[in-house]
DNA sequence: TTGTACGCGTTATCAC
DNA sequence: GTGATAACGCGTACAA
């Protein structure tokens, strides 16, 4: 207690009076141990509020119960479900998480991940901010590695992702369908390859339909240029990649006076809450969050236990959920 | 490499010819060390892939550089965006961050808490879920701690939170010279702190004016009970508490055919971004998370420095923006 | 610059 | 079968 942090599993073996190693099998259960020796080890611990040093007990042992998870931006709600998914999933199994976040800064990426190694975590759960990742990952084929969300550019990893390109080709499919002649798509960056997946998949759905592509950094929410375009030519129907545009252009539409499902079709790729309770509801892509970190853990599971096959890569379906934003009656209303 | 995981430091400093303690000096620059020595060390460091394992430098050293934190739901993006402010500020000072969530449950909560302390983290910041925190708190007062958000009902420890009481007040303080006769506040349990202070204050503030209080769950959004009461009888106000029964309450609304702004006052405690952006946009109280953070951060700082003195408590003040959907205008529309 | 005791819990080995 | 003893994991601290 003078020294270190607390009462050590020796304070506890002298106040039961038994050995260390006894004290060590009472709390783990490995060795059977008398009941009595038991209770007198139990007490001890209790009257000392003794607490086992995890970093000391996987020291010595090897294993280690804890995982990294890297994500681009905690403060994005859909990171932050997929952290708070995974938390769940990972302490059902009695480990720990190292949450880091990357800024969406791939020198801060590559920092971190040097960094959270220091914890010998038994795995890691990557979600890259760039298709970069491998020239930035340490070689430690050791370390069990599953890669979410947006995918790198070396396919050499477990990988888990939405299947980006099929559900936003429904929602540009369903556009044309409820008779929009045009479209505008609205996404952070094509460097990203969530978006570059959602863009090609909108390019392929849109046929004949004319459809452009306006990038829009991740700070400059609302540029002047996305202004200008909607208001000189507002296109019949305005699609956004991701939950920072979908919040950008939603505002922009609202200053210009342009009613979203009314005066132009609005849709989302990924759905908040918000989005269903708005009047009219906006369509939108609901990514199954919950389903990804479901995944990506089962797959980190499986390298953790040991096993050494090809990467694999698993895609999610998304649910489009067709609302009030995008239906022809409201788009028609907006003719003449 | 056979055992364990990774090279370790006697590895570099045989492939360095160097002993292990000056690898040690050469990695952490405690010592002068050559400066042909110091390459060969950070060449050897280089060619092996050699990462320090922080469990066994802290264990020896007796510094943690961790920081634990538990927040009662992740997805909850007040919460989320608490840790990744904080995880930030943390980072600057060279610490890393274990997150953990209760999961709204107090058994949880205490089972977390012990948990945590496991990785002897250099100190804990806590957002509790309810008031007992105090009960449930390891006797440890040798672990620094910072409670924030929600205030437990023993005030010994350091405290930070947002001065809910003032703020609701303000906000129905506007709803009465609004014109608004009376109001119906919602919110999740009156079981928590913030909830209960913010309903103090909006009483405080109501004066003459008729104002009730429905309490909502965590989770039966949109209870029958609560649409019942709005359709027989509405009031001319609706003021929800938090961001829960802000998105239940939104869509109550526009489900019954009310109109927030038009036919209702609407008012939230918690903004959201999407907030401003709807119309009419919402009024909404302004939490300073970030704020927040870096006040528990810096009292959390000086603890760990040794500061012994007695627990200090801080308030911050929140920011009122007063929008569409409470301007008098909007609610006189409503009259007959 | 180096040898080595040390932090603390686990585990293998050994004695009763 | 039960419990004790001691080596060990790895990086740091301090004396040499």
């Not at 995982?67 to 480990?95: K, W």
């Not at 020198?107 to 890259?128: D, F, H, K, S, Y």
């Not at 030519?233 to 210009?256: I, K, M, N, S, W």
């Amino acid at each position: 207690m003078v020294k270190g942090s607390g009462p050590s599993i020796r304070s506890v073996a002298a106040l039961a009076g038994v050995s260390i190693a006894t004290v060590s099998n009472v709390l783990n259960g490995k060795a059977s141990v008398a009941p009595d020796i038991a209770a007198r080890v139990h007490a001890a611990v209790e009257r000392l509020g003794y607490v086992r040093d995890s970093r000391a007990a996987r020291l010595r042992s090897g294993n280690s119960r804890l995982i990294g998870v890297i994500v681009p931006d905690l403060t994005n709600p859909m990171f932050a479900a997929f952290v708070s998914a995974l938390e769940h999933l990972v302490r059902r199994e009695d480990y720990d998480l190292v949450v880091v976040s990357s800024a969406n800064d791939p020198a801060e990426e590559a920092e971190r991940l040097r960094r959270i190694r220091e914890w010998r975590p038994a795995g890691l759960i990557v979600l890259p901010c760039d298709g970069a990742l491998a020239e930035r990952l340490p070689p430690c084929p050791a370390l069990p590695l599953v890669v979410a969300d947006r995918i790198p550019d070396a396919r050499r990893f477990d990988l888990v992702a939405v299947d980006n390109a099929a559900s936003s080709g429904a929602v540009v499919r369903h556009l044309r369908e409820q008779g929009a002649a045009d479209c505008l798509v609205v996404g952070t960056s094509l460097g990203i390859s969530t978006i570059r997946e959602r863009w090609e998949g909108a390019v392929a759905a849109a046929g004949t339909m004319p459809i452009a592509f306006v990038p829009v950094g991740f700070e400059d929410h609302a540029p002047p240029a996305l202004a200008e375009r909607l208001r000189t030519a507002p296109p019949q129907a305005v699609f956004c990649l991701d939950h920072e545009t979908t919040l950008a252009v939603y505002g922009l539409l609202r200053d210009l006076g342009l009613r979203a499902g009314a005066d132009v079709a609005f849709a989302s790729f990924d759905e908040k809450e918000w989005m269903r309770l708005v009047a009219p509801a906006v369509t939108a892509v609901r990514q199954p969050v919950e389903e990804m970190a479901d995944c990506a853990w089962t797959m980190l599971g499986r390298r953790i236990a040991g096993d050494e096959g090809p990467p694999r890569t698993r895609r999610l379906r998304c649910a489009v959920n067709f609302r009030g934003s995008t239906q022809r009656a409201a788009s028609e209303r907006a003719l003449p």
